[in-house]
């Protein structure tokens, strides 16, 4: 099992940032991939950016370079540096760990962006 915990999350205005971090614990295998998914009221849980722990990233397209993903695998953490953000980017956002067919999910930490 492995558990993470999510922090950083809150209340901003438009084109502020926030930067997210993400902790895991328990058993770690790798290699694996962690990151970020989102899930805004009414919407479906969405991509936002993953890590493979061999350095390989993927982005949402919604994205467009205002985010960065960046990972300490000696740590076992993630984060996610957010800037110019959008009342859009308003969601909870969930930390994500997959090890093969497993996948693990942190409990939420809301992002509000006033407008």
């Known amino acids: 099992q492995v558990q993470l915990v999510e922090s950083g999350g809150g209340l901003v205005q438009a084109g502020g940032s926030l930067r997210l971090s993400c902790t895991a614990s328990?058993?770690?295998?790798?290699?694996?991939?962690m990151g970020w998914y989102r899930q805004a009221p009414g919407k479906q849980r969405e991509l936002v950016a993953v890590?493979?722990?061999?350095?390989?990233?993927n982005y949402a397209e919604f994205v467009n370079m205002r985010f960065a993903i960046t990972r300490d695998n000696a740590k076992n953490t993630v984060s996610l540096q957010m800037n110019s953000l959008k009342p859009d980017d308003t969601a909870v956002y969930y930390c994500?760990?997959?090890?093969?067919?497993?996948?693990?999910w942190g409990q939420g930490t809301q992002v509000t962006v006033s407008s």
């Open positions: 994500y760990f997959r090890y093969l067919g497993n996948i693990f």
């Open positions: 328990g058993t770690i295998f790798s290699p694996n991939t």
């Open positions: 890590r493979s722990s061999g350095g390989s990233t």
